[in-house]
C-alpha cells in the first residue's frame, strides 16, 4: 500500500543548531514532493517543492533533499530558532497533479 | 493571509442538525479542494473540483455534501453527523494545469459534533 511516514515522534533541539526532518514513502512515483509547516489551529503553509530531477533545493535557512532511489527526503532548518517551533509536513504530488498526499508530521521544538 | 477564506472558524452541531461550511479563495485558481484533519492523523484528502467539477471524491460518507458553485467558491453541507466527524475542515485553492503549483489552505473550520 501507498505510504508516507514521518517521525510521529516530536524533535526537540537547542537554538542554533540544525533541525532534520526525515519524510520517506513507499509505492509512489512522485514527480514533485513539497514541504510545509503548520502552526496548532491553523491551516498548512507551503515553504519548498522539490522535483524528481533535483537533488537539493535551497530558502534561506531551508535545505530540502530528494533521493527517488531511497524514497527519501529530508528537511533541514540551520541555526534554528524558537520561532521555528511548529509541525512540518511532507506531501506528494500525486493523481495527474490533481492530489496532494500528506504524511503525518513531525513537531519540532526549538529550545532556548 | 493566504487568500483562502474560511467560515465559520467554529462550529458546534447536534447530530441531528444541518450546518454548512464555507471557503471562497482570491486568488484566481481553478482547483479546489476539501482536506479533513484529525488528531494523531494526516491530513486527509475528501473532495477536490476542478473548473467547478468534481474530479475526485475520497470515499467520504454522505452526510458531507460538497458544493461549488464558481471557480471562487467552495461548500460543506453536513447533515446527520457523528461525534468522530469532529476535527479541522481544512479548505484548499491551486492553480490547475501544473504539477508543481502549490496548494495555498485556508486557516480551517473547527468542527465539533455533540
Known sequence: SQKIEQNSEALNIQEGKTATLTCNYTNYSPAYLQWYRQDPGRGPVFLLLIRENEKEKRKERLKVTFDTTLKQSLFHITASQPADSATYLCALLTGGGNKLTFGTGTQLKVEL | ?114
Open chain 2, 1 to 114: 493571509e493566504t487568500g483562502v477564506t474560511q467560515t465559520p472558524r467554529h462550529l458546534v452541531m447536534g447530530m441531528t442538525n444541518k450546518k454548512s461550511l464555507k471557503c471562497e479563495q482570491h486568488l484566481g485558481h481553478n482547483a479546489m479542494y476539501w482536506y479533513k484533519q484529525s488528531a494523531k492523523k494526516p491530513l486527509e484528502l475528501m473532495f477536490v473540483y476542478n473548473f467547478k467539477e468534481q474530479t475526485e471524491n475520497n470515499s467520504v460518507p454522505s452526510r458531507f455534501s460538497p458544493e461549488c458553485p464558481n471557480s471562487s467558491h467552495l461548500f460543506l453541507h453536513l447533515h446527520t453527523l457523528q461525534p468522530e466527524d469532529s476535527a479541522l475542515y481544512l479548505c484548499a485553492s491551486r492553480e490547475s494545469g501544473g504539477s508543481g503549483n502549490t496548494i495555498y489552505f485556508g486557516e480551517g473550520s473547527w468542527l465539533t459534533v455533540v
